[in-house]
Structure formats: C-alpha cells, structure tokens
C-alpha cells in the first residue's frame, strides 16, 4: 500500500510522557502521554495510556509504542465508527450462534447429546503411563560433611519468612526467591536433600565448602569438562585455574561479540553457564539479596547488604550496614553451636525494619503466609501423580465394570471419581491462592497456562463423568500428564509482574476462554488415541456399542472446543481493536490460532463427506489436529516470535519427544488401516 499523509480535524500537543516502572527495576509498568487535543477553540487535556482509548470526532487515539528517548511517544490513529459497529454485530451474531449450538435440539451438538441418552455407559482400557526420575548421589566426602555447613531447616524456614526484591521489582518471601536462585543453578528445588534456604544460607556463610560442591548444572558436555567434571554438575571453584582466572572469559567475549541471531546453541550455553557462575559471584559479595527498603526512595528500591548504603541516613544507616553482618556471625555460631536464639532474633529484628520502612511495598502479612504456605503445598506438583495414579485406577476398574459389574468395581468407581473430584477442588485452591498472590490472573505466562490447561482438564470430563466414567479418567490422566511436564526443568514457575500490554481485564476473559479449549482438544485428543489402540484387537457387540458412545462424547467435546477456541480468538480481536486500533495484525499466534480453528471445523463437519465418516477417520483427524494445538501454544512461543511470545524460553526437550510420540502414532495408525482392510477382504 502506497504511504498518505492525511490531516485530521483536530491537533494533538504532547504536555508529558512517562513511564512507570515496577519498583526497583528497569521492567515498564506502564507508559502514559498527557495530550492536549484541540478543535477550533475548544481544548482540552487527556491521560492516553495502553488499553486506555480516547475518542475525538469519530477518530480514536491508541498508546503504541514511544521514543528510544524515552521523551516522545508514538502513537495509532484509527478512523472506523461505522466498520467498527458493523464487526461488534458480527461478533454477538456470532457468540448468539455459539449459543444456539450449544443449546439447540437441532443443533449437530443437540442430535449427539440426544444419541447419547439411547447408548448405556461405556467402559475402556487403557494404556498407563510411566515416569521415572532418577536423583543423583554423591559419595564424595565433601558432600557427607554437608551437615556442617548448613542451618537447620527450622532457622532456614524462619530466614525464608524474611522479604526480598527480585530483579523484576516484585516483593516476595525468600523462601520463593531462594526456590528460584536454586532451580536456576541446580535445575532443581532442593539440594542433596536440603532445601533452598539452606542452600542460600550455606552459599553465603561458607563460600570456601559450597565453591567446591558440584552445584551448577549444564547441559554441555564440553563445558563440564572444561571444569573437570564427567556429568553435568559442576562446580564454581572448577572455572578457575590456579591463577584464580575465569576459564570462560574468551568464550565469553567472543559470545557478546555476536548479535543474538548468530549465537549458537553452543554459545546460549556459554552465557547460561556464566549468568549462573555470576549469580554466585553477587550472593557471596553480599548483593542478589535486597533486604532493606529506603523509604526514601521514589522508585521503590530495595537494596542489598553488599550494595552502596550511604544513601541511607541516621538511625538507618548504622542498621542497614551492620545488621546482616552481624547476622552472618551469629548464624556461624548457630551452626556450630546448634544455638539459634541470636540469629533468631535478628532475623525478627529485620522483619521489623522492612515492616516500618517498606510498607508501600510490603506484600502483607496473609499474602506472605499465603505464599509460603503456597510454596510449601506445591499443590500442582504433588497432585500430579495422584491425578495420573486415580485416573490409571478409575480406567480399571470402570473397563471391569464394563465386562461384569459388581458391587466392588461400582464402589471403586464411585471412589476415585471422588478422589480426582477432590485433586480438581485442590487446584483450584492453588489457583485461587496464586492469583491471590500475584494479584492478577494466574494464566499470563507458560507455566500459569499450562497449570490452567490441567485445571480444566478434569472440568471437560465432568461433562460426561455420570455417563462415562472412563471419559472423566481420561481427562484426569490428561490433567496429570500436564501438571507433570509443567513441573519440569524448562518450565519456571515465578510469578511475575504483566507486561505493558497485559493489564488489562480482557487478559482474564481472552487467555481463560481459549485455555479451556485446549482443555476439551486434550481429552479428545486421549479419547481418539484409546479408540485407535483398541481397534487393533477384537471386540464384542457390547464392546462396539462403548465404542460408538465414545465417539459420540468427543465429538461432543471438540464441538464445546471449537466454540470456545472461536468466542476466544474473536474476544482477543475486541481486546486487539481496543488497545492497538486493529482486529487482526497477523502475528504468528493469532494466525495459528485461526488455523486451529479451521482444523477443527474441518474435523467437525467432517462427517458429511461420506468417506470421511468412519470412526477411524474421525479418530485419525482428531489426533492430528491436536498437533495445531501443540504448535499454537509452544511451537510459537519457541520457534516463533510475536507479540504473543510473553513466556519464550529455550527450546523444551519435550517438544522433541512430542515429534516422537507422532511419530509412533503415524505407526499405530498405520497399523490399525492395515488391520481394517483385511477385516474387509
């Protein structure tokens, strides 16, 4: 399109631009313009911030984007009122439609449910899942000497109760901020069996003992060698030479010489491993531990025991740079002694201080109880194995009931449809206690979203629990394979502060709607795959009947899916209009959500191309669609980028153990069309 310069009737002045940022850090906030706006002899002043939208003769002004500067701010004009009020009517035709889907008798949605009723339960087998982790152990004497060299978990824990600012400006107990520290250095949450705290604690009193432990985790083989380690865990004392020289540091500046698209893998490693050794580095020179609030500071920073002090004043001043020294020598006699009374209260002491001093910023004490009892449930990832055990037993005993029932398997049934029942209303009380925690919806990032992903899991199969219990353990195994992949290594589970753009309440509504989705994908997803493993074996009349209530019931749910992933992706499209002034900009998200989209009404309507209605090609179709799912929610976030990329990290190796998985399923489909022809011949 060939670039216009057209005059609006109205002149924009700029009086300021500011950007607030989460206190303590560099992160934006938020980003707002003071506009004067004149026509004619009228004028007048508007605050213009993301999400925020000022109207003017018909012409509406968007907060885009601002000057590298940071003194001018870019702007989107957007002229539309008639096409604007056309779309809106389009949508709630649309959304009326959904409705009428899922409402109506005639509907395709309505004719399944009514096949439902004339078909008894349906009882199924299937596969199990396993998952095995091995923990490493040392027999280095080192490592036996351990106890020496930590605090007790009961100090650690009070120590835990302290507050710390991170990197990103939130306030937040130490016993969260050690938990990352360490899954960042170890990828995991614990240390030879001791928690973080201890670990923090041990790391800064006893730098000559924990230097030499093999702490620091890497992926590379080549560079735990350079440390003179044959595994993957490395020591910090093991990048130094005998002159005390940082053996990485050439590889190190031959990595930032590069641009980032230039870095290779190699070189991603190189910088990981050094961000770890300097993490290190900062704890044991007394800074990466932000204490102390200033009240006097206007950005909110708090600062470390190692940081400059002389900003404070008076009282404060003689606190703040003796307190955590002291503290450190009484914690050495602690352990040494295994007396903690004076440690003890100086950890009271500094509660006190950021109390007094840090109040604007100050989590509160129910949500700090709230976080560490949080932190200490670890909700979603203990309940992960017990959704995966229920839903292995449930799938047992209801494919028992299928083939005589008793009193023994009804009971069963009955009692672990309970038991995930209850596993549901548990993490819904994780999720209720995290979005308490953060103060904001607990699915703005990879880790939220996929524990959001299993929470409704389960909610799909209480859709069809009465009728098919089966269909309710299925999404149980669903729920616990997700909460298992999402408490692994590449997953980060920090609650961290929204970006610009995110704050605002159609993150709830847009993110929540198209989740619950995938919810409904995944359960008929399992469904599809259990039907195609048992069409390679023989089955009875009875089993057939089952057979086909099954495919009723995911049917039924990727309709359910289908509305949702569209009132969705339309509802982000209102979202987009009202923060940017477009509906559509073609990032890779949006376009592989609508691709998903059409996959599924493709799956759905299937069933009217007459040699498409079979069962096996249904099944077939709906496993692999599921695929456009998988590269809507990580294939974007990892291999693309976009405006929707808010929780890209590295690439996951689970990703290529889902190409795998394919793989195999490409097999197993195979096999199960051979089997069908010759059934015909």
């Known amino acids: ?113 009514s096949q439902l009723k004339r078909i008894s339960a349906a009882t199924l087998l299937l596969f199990s899942i396993g998952f095995a982790q091995a923990q490493a152990q040392s027999t280095d004497e080192l490592m036996k000497e351990m106890h020496r060299f930590v605090p007790t978990r009961e100090h650690a824990d009070k120590f835990g109760e302290l507050i710390v600012q991170c990197h990103t400006g939130r306030t937040e107990p130490i016993d969260t901020y050690a938990s990352k520290l360490l899954r960042k250095l170890h990828k995991s949450k614990s240390f030879n069996g001791y928690s973080a705290e201890q670990v923090l604690l041990g790391l800064i ?67 990981k491993l050094d961000e770890k050794v300097n993490i290190i580095y900062a704890l044991q020179q007394g800074e990466l531990l932000a204490l102390f609030p200033d009240e006097n500071d206007k950005s909110g920073k708090w600062y470390s025991p190692g940081e400059e002090l002389s900003i404070f004043a008076g009282k404060d001043s003689m606190f703040v740079s003796k307190i955590f020294p002291w503290y450190l020598s009484e914690l050495d006699h602690g352990i040494r002694e295994n007396d903690w009374q004076e440690a003890n209260q100086l950890i009271n002491m500094m509660a006190t201080y950021q109390k007094a001093k840090g109040s604007t910023l100050f989590p509160g004490e129910n949500r700090i109880k709230a976080e560490l009892l949080y932190n200490r449930l670890n909700i979603f990832g203990r309940s992960a194995m017990f959704y995966l055990a229920c839903s292995l037993l449930l799938l047992i005993f209801a494919i028992w009931r299928m083939f005589k029932s008793n009193r023994v398997n009804r009971i069963g049934v ?140 995911n049917e039924l749910s990727l309709i359910i899916g289908l509305c949702l992933l569209s009132a969705g992706t339309f509802l982000g499209a209102i979202w987009a209009n009202e923060s940017w002034g477009r509906y559509w900009g073609w990032d890779p998200k949006e376009v592989w959500a609508l691709v998903t989209m059409f996959v599924y009404a493709f799956v759905t309507h299937a069933h009217r191309i007459k040699g498409l209605r079979s069962d096996f090609a249904f099944n077939t179709m709906t496993i692999y669609a599921f695929a456009s799912v998988l590269m809507t929610y990580f294939g974007v976030n990892y291999y693309l980028s976009g405006l929707h990329s808010y929780g890209k990290t590295d690439t996951p190796v689970v990703l290529h153990i889902i190409y795998g998985l394919y793989f195999l399923l490409t097999i197993l489909v195979a096999c199960s069309f051979i089997k069908r022809r010759k059934e015909r011949i």
Request: charged content about 20%; overall charge positive.
């Open 1 to 113: 399109l060939k670039n216009e310069i057209r005059n609006v009737p109205f002149t924009i002045g700029l009086n300021n631009f500011t950007i607030h940022r989460y206190p303590g850090s560099n992160s934006p906030s938020s980003y707002e313009s003071d506009l004067t706006l004149t026509s004619g002899n009228k004028s007048r002043r508007e605050v213009l911030f993301m999400n925020k939208v000022i109207h003017e003769q018909g012409y509406r002004l968007y907060q885009s984007s601002y000057d590298p500067d940071e003194k001018g701010t870019i702007l989107i004009v957007n002229y539309d009122p008639t096409g604007t009020i056309i779309t809106y009517i389009g949508y709630v035709l649309m959304f009326l439609g959904i409705l009428w889907i899922l409402l109506s008798k005639g509907s395709r949605f309505g004719i399944l449910r």
């Open 205 to 271: 009193i006893y730098p000559e003992y924990w230097n030499s432990l093999p702490l620091i985790e890497t992926d590379n083989a080549e560079l735990a060698s350079i440390a003179g380690s044959k595994d993957k865990y490395i020591c910090y004392y093991g990048l130094f030479d005998n002159n005390g020289d940082y053996k990485l540091q050439q590889k190190v500046d031959e990595v930032y010489k590069k641009t980032p698209k230039e870095r290779t893998k190699s070189d991603k490693d190189i910088l």
């Open 414 to 553: 009955g009692v672990l449809c309970s038991m995930i029942l209850l596993l549901f209303i548990a993490n819904t009380a994780g999720l209720a206690m995290r979005w308490y925690i953060s103060g904001q919806a607990p699915w703005s990032n990879a880790y939220e979203s996929m524990v959001y992903v299993a929470w409704t899991a389960p909610l799909a199969g209480m859709f069809f629990m009465r009728r098919s219990p089966l269909t309710f353990g299925l999404s149980g195994l669903l729920a616990g394979f997700i909460l298992l992949v999402s408490n692994f290594n590449f997953m980060d589970p920090e609650i961290t502060p929204l970006v610009p753009v995110l704050k605002s309440p159609w993150l709830m509504f847009h993110v929540a709607i198209i989740m619950a989705s995938y919810g409904f994908f995944g359960m008929s997803f399992f469904i599809s795959l259990f039907s195609t493993l048992t069409s390679l074996s023989k089955k009875s009349d009875r089993f057939a009947l089952k057979l086909k209530e099954l495919r009723i019931m």
